[in-house]
């Protein structure tokens, strides 16, 4: 089964610095990634994911991220971070062919001014 | 409205109480999802509804029983629930049928506290 480490559980960046989330998995072949993004007492929004191709992926919000395979790690990056950026952000793993999606625990954002 | 909504937003109930959570998609989606999430901890899915029809239990106990009355709701019905399941819980779905590489669309969730 498919498993997935965010090593850090609270980040703080000044606003106008760049972030970068770190997201580790476990998974035998290449799986399906996915950062999922939640703001103070809302759902999950989804950032952007990974199925094949491309290992840079861009997405929402100015977000990146990168799966390297030989890391076996799919890390978020954000060049300049804005206060609304302030959320929990959580990395995804999911085998093909399977229904089921594990998230990691989460790593808290705080940006200070 | 849109999106996925989820009634109520804030429920506390003792542990013999029997209450319900809702769910909603205004999205056309065919697959819901309940997860659980506790603090500092992973998301837990605990049921994925695939029109209707239930893909996925993953172990949960039988004092939560999902309902899913068509492919836009979906109910929890909760029964002498034990103070471990206070927990915030989220609804999710998603356009195809359930599988991982679906995006999923989240609601705000309903934050439980069992007394």
């Known amino acids: 089964a498919q498993s997935v480490t965010q090593p850090d559980i609270h980040i703080t960046v000044s606003e106008g610095a760049s972030l970068e989330l770190r997201c580790n998995y476990s998974?035998?072949?290449?799986?399906?990634l996915f950062w999922y993004v939640q703001s103070p007492g809302q759902g999950l929004q989804l950032l952007l994911k990974?199925?094949?191709?491309?290992?840079l992926v861009q997405g929402i919000k100015g977000f990146e991220a990168e799966f390297k395979r030989s890391q076996s790690s799919f890390n978020l990056r954000k060049p300049s971070v804005h206060w609304s950026d302030a959320a929990e952000y959580f990395c995804?793993?999911?085998?093909?062919?399977?229904?089921?999606?594990?998230f990691g625990a989460g790593t808290t954002v705080t940006v200070r001014a | 409205e849109t999106g996925v909504t989820q009634t109520p937003r804030h429920l506390v109930m003792g542990m013999t109480n029997k209450k319900s959570l809702k769910c909603e998609q205004h999205?056309?989606?065919?697959?819901m999802y309940w997860y659980k999430q506790s603090a500092k901890k992973p998301l837990e899915l605990m049921f994925v509804?695939?029109?209707?029809?239930?893909?996925e239990n993953n172990s949960v106990p039988s004092r939560f029983s999902p309902e899913c009355p068509n492919s836009s709701h979906l109910f929890l019905h909760l029964h002498t629930l034990q103070p471990e399941d206070s927990a915030l819980y989220l609804c999710?779905?998603?356009?195809?049928?359930?599988?991982?590489?679906?995006?999923?669309?989240f609601g705000p969730g309903t934050r439980l506290l069992v007394l």
């Open positions: 990974y199925f094949s191709g491309d290992t």
């Open positions: 995804a793993v999911g085998a093909p062919n399977d229904y089921k999606l594990s």
């Open positions: 999205l056309g989606h065919n697959a």
């Open positions: 509804y695939n029109f209707k029809e239930q893909t």
């Open positions: 999710a779905s998603s356009q195809g049928n359930g599988r991982a590489r679906e995006t999923q669309y």
């Open positions: 998974y035998g072949a290449t799986p399906y």
